[in-house]
């Protein structure tokens, strides 16, 4: 029996995981990538235990897992040093069941595309929506190489997303967040060091190591969207964060200006009335773009990606109804995080003296009252779980718990 077509837009974590999910669901899966080769755009991800117990749907949790560089105590310090609060990498794994992962988003893209038969993710395929088709119809989209029809897209192409354009022409899309951010990898630092985020005054830092002994560091600054620096990013970076504690001058020194990526940050202030129209489902930035702050912009993409596919039966006709409950699913959740992630950076990049200081002591005083009251604001987030593993739709996968 013919396999239905499924057709992803964007080979991005989303995608990926979209495409891997499908495929493993029984459906017959194309990536389309406008870039022409797989390396991602950004330095490091983390992922959280509900991501992980999303891609273990896919089997490929442990795979994960095994990268997880975090052990012993970070925290969040001030520009000069001070510990505000300290954290231990068991208390996370032990609240949430697992531990955080960083990783470079390389090894991510490299795992899920090893999950697709060879030749189902091309390259240097701009693709266009020119029918989002219907009950009646397939979905069409057309690329400089042909058109392609299919009975499933999945809109991940990013947080300027044509396809949700073309579903959603009347919403206003992203807004500007009001500050901008940096990201860089760098080889390992010959002093030991331990993870970190520290926050100043209208700026941010975190130093993150990674398993195979590099950094990754990620800054935040209060500033008018579009800007550039008047040299390179590296040198707006020492300018901003320069005098911080070590290891920041020591990254920066060690940072080749090219490497410095430096991208506005833009949220989905306002829902989408859905996430799919007629056959196409939008997911990841795509369709809820949220600010870093809590770092789940990834993780709830590759949430997303699992549970449309649990929603998605290969032998389904017409997938309307798999598609709404996919957006009953999947728009309250991203939303509620959404807003949670602005309000945690709005408190991130206070430029008010006064107000940092209520912020550091009302810290620091929750973190002295142990680490399960700092660990709270990521309850109903990281403690997610899957509908049940993405598997094919056998009687044995798909009937009732």
Do not use: C
């Amino acid at each position: 029996m013919e396999l239905p077509r499924a057709v992803v837009i964007g080979a991005g974590i989303g995608g990926l995981t979209a495409a891997a999910a499908l495929h493993r669901r029984g459906w017959s899966v194309t990536v389309l990538e406008r870039a022409a080769t797989l390396e991602p755009v950004g330095a490091g991800i983390s992922l959280a235990p509900n991501a992980q117990r999303a891609l273990d749907a896919i089997d490929l949790g442990d795979d994960v897992r095994a990268l997880a560089a975090w052990q012993g105590d970070g925290g969040l310090r001030t520009p000069g040093g001070r510990w505000l609060s300290r954290m231990d990498s068991a208390a996370a794994a032990e609240r949430f069941g697992g531990p955080l992962v960083l990783l470079h988003r390389a090894a991510v893209v490299g795992l899920l595309a090893s999950r697709l038969p060879e030749g189902r993710v091309r390259t240097a395929a701009a693709a266009e929506l020119t029918d989002p088709g219907a009950a009646d119809r397939p979905a069409r989209v057309t690329t400089a190489d042909g058109a392609y029809e299919a009975e499933l897209v999945v809109g991940a192409d990013g947080i300027h997303s044509a396809f949700r354009r073309a579903l959603f022409p009347a919403h206003p899309g992203p807004r500007y967040a009001g500050f901008t951010t940096w990201r860089v990898v760098i080889p390992a630092l010959e002093r030991p060091f331990a993870p970190h985020e520290t926050w100043g005054k209208g700026r941010i830092w975190g130093t993150q190591p990674l398993k195979d002994g590099r950094v990754y560091a990620y800054a935040a600054a209060v500033a008018p969207p579009g800007g550039h620096a008047p040299d390179d990013e590296r040198a707006e970076l020492l300018r901003l964060f320069g005098d911080w504690h070590r290891p920041v001058p020591d990254i920066l020194a060690a940072a080749p200006p090219p490497d410095v990526l430096r991208h506005d940050i833009r949220f989905m202030a306002e829902a989408l009335p859905a996430y799919h129209r007629g056959r196409v489902a939008l997911l990841g930035d795509a369709a809820h773009p949220m600010a870093p702050a809590m770092g789940q912009g990834g993780n709830q993409a590759i949430e997303d990606a699992v549970v449309l596919a649990h929603h998605l039966a290969p032998d389904a006709a017409d997938p309307s109804a798999a598609l709404a409950a996919y957006t009953r699913d999947r728009l309250p959740r991203t939303m509620d995080i959404v807003r949670r992630s602005a309000r945690t950076a709005r408190m991130t990049t206070l430029t008010s003296t006064p107000a940092i200081a209520l912020r550091n002591t009302t810290i620091a005083a929750f973190s002295r009252l142990g680490p399960g009251l700092v660990l709270r604001g990521f309850d109903g987030i990281a403690d997610w779980h899957p509908p049940h593993p993405t598997g094919p739709a056998t009687a044995a996968t798909t009937r009732p718990a």
